[in-house]
């Protein structure tokens, strides 16, 4: 039974580990091939060199041989062993270093487009986001590990190998004593594993910490608490800690940890001492010289050595297994919208249609999991090229709303239909293309301000300075002393274009208007401007005429007073619905807050 339980438990390490090297064959299939090639063929002839080198230099000063001979057979030796190490120099000067950095980034795309084919929904998940920083810091390198695992398996395979035939032509007893001190030495060395996979388990939590702690340490967005606020202080505490904890684990383990360590040095100490001893044996009844005794003491330890790492490469091949069971949760994660399967019988998606979408959201029900937030029972009926405002305090619900017309999350409930077609029917992606938006978070990148214009897709010079000016933003460059091509934010650039909150709602409004789309969205699209830019921003809406159908959200009712129609919502329902006049004539929750906000201008 145990030895059925064994063969099944290699076997799926196996299936891990080929399962990673799938990925490495196919973008690094160079690099894998030479490393594995090189380390097979020039170990092998490095070790057999070194025997013979300490045999024959160690013979020559014996049997009295000149110097110069001697010296002779020192610079062949030497030249063997320097040509060996030139052509490893090469390959890795020559080849290594760009195919490295070539398949790294190969596989580090891997991980972004799974992330990228993954439905919004997970982000909000904490689980998953886990998996996934986890992948992106792990992914890269133990695929490597995996080919690095291969290499050594190789090498050591063919150092043993060498090795083996040198000594048995030599002596077979060797062999014999090599095998059974290596048997103890193994189950020493398994025994030392265990307490090391145990203490790395139990420091998990303390690294994780770690990993929070760096971060909050760089995050521009707790720089402000980190220099105002006592959050230093706690974090500091949170350090101390941390270390604790973490010298606490090491120090429950290490008796264990050091009499094993001890234990696996005494065997290697052990088999030298044997088979030093036999050698002399050999030497004083004459069968073997002193050189011989002096390279089968070297090939003796480089054969323990080999043999325990191949014996090693047990533990390697259980953490591979282990990292393939955590990466495969996130690889096989799946995702109904960004990337479904589809099967043959499906009928294929709808194309989009041009021009300015109709929408109609029929008794919509939505609500995040794990929260008591939900929409309920949302019934609206938008026209080709009509403006529609979506109004209400914080929380309640228009940001939601624009995620389930972006499908970034589905409806739990009812239906959204554009342009009469359920929006299920659509290629998400080609549908969020005619969806020009404006997010209420407003975000530039590391980017050149082209770049950073340019999102939704390419425009020329002449349109993107059209687009500034339009916005009010023409006096931009002039004022940082920039081009279209100077990067936006000062994280890797001195003289890189830094934006205020309002000129990042405007330059959110130039990306949006270099294009033509059936749909624009804008959430709080003026809630950083004061009153003159923001009379500025929505005559600039309303110049788009029934180009393009509009939405917009906003807490500020004087900017929906010109909508066809406004939406009110509160706790996820439409409270309200009507033009502002027919809103104001109801003298309702509209109305109120209108003449509240009214009054605060005033004031």
Request: charged content about 25%; hydrophobic content about 45%.
């Amino acid at each position: 039974m145990k030895e059925s339980n064994f063969i099944k438990k290699k076997a799926e390490q196996f299936k891990a580990l080929k399962a990673l090297l799938v990925p490495a064959w196919k973008y690094g299939r160079g690099y894998m091939l030479s490393t594995i090639f090189f380390n097979m063929l020039l170990e092998p002839i490095y070790t057999l060199f070194m025997v013979r080198y300490v045999q024959g230099v160690v013979d020559a000063f014996a049997s009295g041989k000149p110097v110069e001979k001697v010296l002779l057979t020192v610079l062949f030796y030497q030249g063997g062993i320097a040509l060996v190490s030139i052509i490893r120099h090469l390959m890795v000067s020559l080849y290594h270093s760009k195919a490295w950095p070539r398949f790294c980034y190969k596989l580090e795309g891997l991980v972004y487009h799974k992330a990228m084919e993954t439905d919004y929904r997970f982000m909000d998940d904490a689980e998953y986001f886990d998996r996934y920083t986890w992948a992106l810091q792990n992914y890269i390198g133990n695929v490597d590990n995996a080919v690095t695992f291969l290499e050594n398996l190789c090498k050591n395979v063919g150092v043993i190998l060498t090795l083996t035939t040198l000594i048995v032509t030599n002596d077979v007893f060797i062999i014999l004593v090599s095998i059974c001190i290596l048997l103890i030495s193994n189950f020493v060395t398994k025994k030392k594993s265990v307490v090391m996979q145990k203490i790395s388990l139990d420091q998990q939590k303390n690294e994780r910490r770690e990993m929070y702690m760096d971060r909050i340490c760089y995050l521009r967005e707790a720089a402000a608490d980190m220099r105002c606020t006592e959050l230093p202080g706690k974090m500091d505490a949170m350090f101390e800690k941390n270390i604790r904890d973490s010298l606490a684990i090491v120090d429950k383990n290490k008796w264990k940890r050091l009499r094993w360590e001890l234990l696996n040095d005494l065997t290697g100490l052990i088999l030298q001492l044997v088979i030093g001893a036999y050698l002399c044996m050999r030497i004083h009844m004459g069968v073997i010289t002193i050189g011989a005794f002096a390279g089968m003491l070297y090939a003796s330890d480089a054969l323990r050595q080999n043999i325990t790492q191949l014996l090693g490469l047990d533990v390697s091949l259980n953490d591979l297994y282990l990292f393939y069971i955590h990466s495969k949760k996130f690889f096989a994660q799946k995702s109904q919208i960004e990337a479904p399967v589809r099967a043959l019988e499906d009928p294929a998606p709808q194309p989009v249609p041009a021009g300015p979408m109709s929408l109609t959201l029929d008794r919509v029900n939505f609500h995040y999991p794990n929260t008591e937030f939900s929409l309920q029972d949302i019934t609206m009926d938008i026209r080709p090229g009509e403006k529609i405002a979506i109004v209400g305090v914080n929380g309640a619900g228009k940001s939601t709303l624009v995620k389930l017309l972006l499908r970034l999350y589905d409806v739990d409930s009812g239906s959204i239909t554009i342009c009469g077609e359920d929006i299920k029917k659509f290629d998400v992606h080609q549908l969020r293309k005619r969806i020009g938006v404006a997010f209420q978070q407003q975000n530039v990148y590391a980017l050149s301000l082209r770049d950073n214009m340019t999102l939704f897709g390419d425009a020329s010079d002449d349109e993107l300075l059209e687009s500034l000016n339009a916005v009010g933003l023409d006096n931009l460059l002039a004022k940082t002393g920039g081009t279209l091509d100077t990067e936006v934010t000062r994280e890797f650039s001195e003289n890189g274009i830094m934006l205020s909150g309002g000129e990042l709602q405007k330059l959110a409004l130039a990306r949006i208007l270099l294009r033509d789309f059936s749909l624009l969205i804008l959430d709080e699209p003026s809630s950083a401007l004061d009153p003159l830019a923001e009379y500025e921003l929505n005559k600039q809406i309303f110049n788009l005429g029934s180009s393009t159908t509009t939405i917009f959200i906003s807490h500020r009712l004087t900017s929906a007073r010109h909508a066809d129609k406004i939406y009110l919502f509160e706790h996820g329902r439409i409270l309200e619905s009507g033009t502002h006049e027919e809103l104001m004539q109801a003298n309702g929750k509209y109305c109120e807050m209108f003449n509240k906000q009214a009054e605060n201008y005033i004031s």
